[in-house]
């Protein structure tokens, strides 16, 4: 029988999902009988029936009446995964209001099918949970919470992100952490700190638009580097461009990136923090999908290699736990006086309840939990998004394959203008991100993302397949 901290029926599950992704199990084969499986693999009848079940769930196998589990789908037979982005010529200076504003005022619309968000929908987050650390927050924080925190935040809440940092291989104090009003606000604290008008920085390319927008609003200039949708930015091509075009800084979301998905593995995030050392200049990195992660463990932070300070690790609960209550922070290095400084200067402090309602929320324990079912319930679900994809969108789609976060970047036939498509979906009360709002350059217009946040539903299949003969019909 099969022994490690796992459930028995998951590590059945893995390992038929491994023989179907490597085709030994064919599609359309039939699997064997409940009965088979238990005894094979040394389980209870029980144990057997919840690995298909997991499959199931996850569309890789499906129950025929009277017959059995038979193969529904293998990864492989996806569509092609995009191409790593191409270089731009020069930074550019950044214009993307309009169509951004155009997209998302339909944000609280509850009648539209919003693939655009990339955010988990309050369904799957514990907010009874959340409610009760709030109570706990108010009848324990001084003076019920109505005073001001410290600058540097609630002491709780940081002595429970520095307790986390040991997932991603850090291994700091309380004392490193700053927070923050949200990850963007952690974001802005750090352009402040690290840059001025006029600078240049380097982002991904396709760039998520509030990187945009945020580096319009400081007047900062903007290069865009090529990124491949499986290990990120070309680091190649960054080494060459940051004494070329005199970068400031870097902003990455190294894991799991918004829009493409990649993932950074941890040698080239290594020599991602080597490069920069050795030109003396700061990464800031945006880590608010690292713990939304599909494989056995947390993938590293650039943070984690980090042995001069350069790396300002910022992160927040809102893709993860609680949105609405802008409970973020950074760990900014050799630049924390310089933020304590622009905090000081912009918000005095930070919200006391809800920061000291996160901070009693992650003390209990309670957030591993509840990061396990959303993993779980994200992956079955982003599976389920590339199968229907596969199914609905014209053959030459191209889709990629996130191991974590939110969500899908797919690029359509070049005749295909994915604003006017988003135009014509409204129509069918449905919404997406038009690829051209991630990046200054005239490019991506036939590229959306697609946020697999909704769990899967007929509306939710029903929404990709009418996508799919829009998108038919732009195309003959």
């Known amino acids: 029988m099969l022994k490690t901290a796992d459930h028995l029926y998951l590590q059945v599950a893995d390992k038929i999902a491994q023989l179907i992704e490597k085709d030994v199990l064919k599609i359309g084969e039939k699997l064997p009988s409940v009965r088979t499986l238990s005894k094979a693999q040394g389980i209870s009848l029980s144990t057997a029936f919840q690995a298909y079940y997991h499959l199931e769930a996850k569309g890789l196998v499906e129950s025929r009446p009277k017959s059995g589990y038979y193969v529904r789908f293998c990864a492989n037979k996806l569509a092609e995964i995009p191409e790593t982005s191409l270089p731009v010529k020069k930074a550019t200076e950044v214009t993307v209001h309009e169509m951004i504003a155009d997209v998302f005022q339909h944000i609280t619309n509850e009648h539209i099918l919003k693939f655009s968000i990339a955010t988990p929908p309050d369904s799957i987050l514990p907010a009874a949970k959340i409610s009760k650390a709030m109570i706990h927050a108010m009848r324990n924080t001084p003076a019920n919470g109505i005073g001001y925190e410290h600058v540097q935040g609630n002491l709780l809440l940081r002595r429970q992100i520095a307790r986390m940092s040991m997932h991603w291989g850090g291994a700091i104090s309380e004392d490193d952490v700053v927070t923050t009003a949200g990850c963007m606000d952690a974001l802005t ?12 920085i380097a ?42 075009f005199r970068i400031k800084a870097c902003l990455f979301v190294t894991n799991f990136n918004n829009p493409l998905g990649a993932c950074m593995p941890d040698l080239h995030k290594q020599k991602l923090v080597s490069i920069l050392e050795k030109y003396d200049i700061p990464l800031i990195e945006d880590d608010i999908y690292g713990d939304i992660y599909f494989g056995k463990q947390r993938p590293a932070a650039c943070k984690t290699f980090d042995k001069k300070g350069l790396v300002l690790l910022c992160n927040s609960i809102s893709k993860s ?52 079912n959303m993993r779980n319930m994200l992956h079955t679900q982003s599976l389920r998004y590339l199968q229907a994809i596969a199914d609905y969108f014209p053959e030459d789609t191209r889709v990629s394959r996130p191991q974590g976060g939110l969500v899908l970047w797919i690029v359509l036939n070049e005749n295909i203008n994915t604003y006017e498509l988003y135009e014509l979906a409204l129509k069918h009360k449905i919404s997406f991100a038009p690829g051209r709002i991630f990046s200054l350059q005239n490019c991506y217009n036939n590229c959306l993302r697609l946020s697999y946040g909704n769990p899967w539903s007929k509306q939710v299949e029903d929404g990709i397949k009418t996508l799919g003969k829009l998108i038919r019909k732009m195309n003959a």
């Open 189 to 200: 604290l750090s352009l402040y700190a690290t840059t001025k008008p006029g600078d240049t």
């Open 321 to 372: 736990l609680a949105p609405g209550y802008r409970v973020g922070w950074v760990i900014p290095g050799r630049y924390k006086e310089k933020v304590l400084r622009m905090k000081q200067h912009h918000s005095i402090a930070c919200a006391s309840l809800p920061h000291a309602a996160i901070g009693y929320f992650l003390e209990n324990g309670r957030y591993e939990n509840h990061l396990r």
């Open 203 to 244: 982002l991904e390319s396709p760039a998520y638009y509030g990187a945009l927008q945020l580096a319009e609003s400081l007047g900062l200039k903007v290069l865009e580097v090529p990124t491949h949708p499986i290990t990120g930015v070309d680091l190649d091509y960054l080494d060459k461009a940051i004494p070329r």
